[in-house]
């Protein structure tokens, strides 16, 4: 049972690239997140999506978008990478909000020169 | 700022002794809470949670206890072990919102 599956797993990228960065969930969830984690500071929402085919703005969306064709795929694009961009970036997916955890995947280490 | 915030950010406890890790939330709306755990190089894993109508609740070698009076969180384990070495998050979703927001998170340092 794979759960949340990330890749790549380390990325090192120049200023101005682009890259995505894919997230898949085997569970069948129909809430998918992205998050990014900062050292010192917990995680901030950045994209997320309630189903396939729709998405919605988190706390920290600038610089990135997302998409969700498949229902278990949640991809999350920078289309001009930034040094601020540099983070850690989880993905994470829940049968329903309330009263259900959410399940993360081990997060994508991503470098920005 | 952060409604959903830790004490302290970093909390010492030797092995087989009871950890209290503290949380606040500021959201009288939120109705439902959630600790993770987080080791290195990993992602946040699900260790308890808590609905609002509930004042305490145990797992094993955990119990999460909430008041609701002072908007108040917390996460006892039990005989602390050295795999318990981790940063620990609460989180809280307000009123079935579609999102969940995490606290900062505090990191649990085991003594031998």
């Known amino acids: 049972n794979a759960g949340v599956t990330q890749t790549p797993k380390f990325r090192v990228l120049k200023t101005g690239q682009s890259m995505t960065l894919l997230c898949a969930q085997d569970m069948n969830h129909e809430y998918m997140y992205w998050y990014r984690q900062d050292p010192g500071m917990g995680l901030r929402l950045i994209h997320y999506s309630v189903g396939e085919g729709t998405t919605a703005k988190g706390e920290v969306p600038d610089g990135y978008n997302v998409s969700r064709l498949k229902k278990q795929n949640f991809l999350l694009g920078l289309e001009s990478a930034a040094p601020s961009q540099t983070s850690v970036y989880f993905c994470?997916?829940?049968?329903?909000?309330?009263?259900?955890?959410?399940?993360f995947g081990d997060g994508t280490r991503l470098s920005i020169l | 700022g952060e409604s959903v915030g830790l004490h302290l950010p970093t909390l010492s406890v030797q092995e087989g002794d009871n950890s209290i890790i503290n949380c606040a939330y500021s959201?009288?709306?939120?109705?439902?809470f959630i600790w993770y755990k987080q080791e290195s190089g990993k992602g946040p894993q699900f260790i308890i949670d808590?609905?609002?109508?509930?004042d305490k609740r145990q797992g094993q070698r955990v119990t999460v206890l909430l008041n609701k009076t002072v908007k108040h969180l917390s996460l006892q384990i039990a005989a602390t072990q050295p795999g318990d070495s981790a940063v620990y998050f609460c989180?809280?979703?307000?009123?079935?919102?579609?999102?969940?927001?995490f606290g900062k998170g505090t990191r649990l340092h085991i003594l031998p």
């Open positions: 959201n009288s709306a939120s109705d439902y």
């Open positions: 989180a809280e979703n307000r009123g079935r919102d579609d999102k969940i927001i």
């Open positions: 808590i609905r609002s109508n509930m």
């Open positions: 994470a997916s829940t049968d329903r909000v309330y009263n259900q955890p959410q399940h």
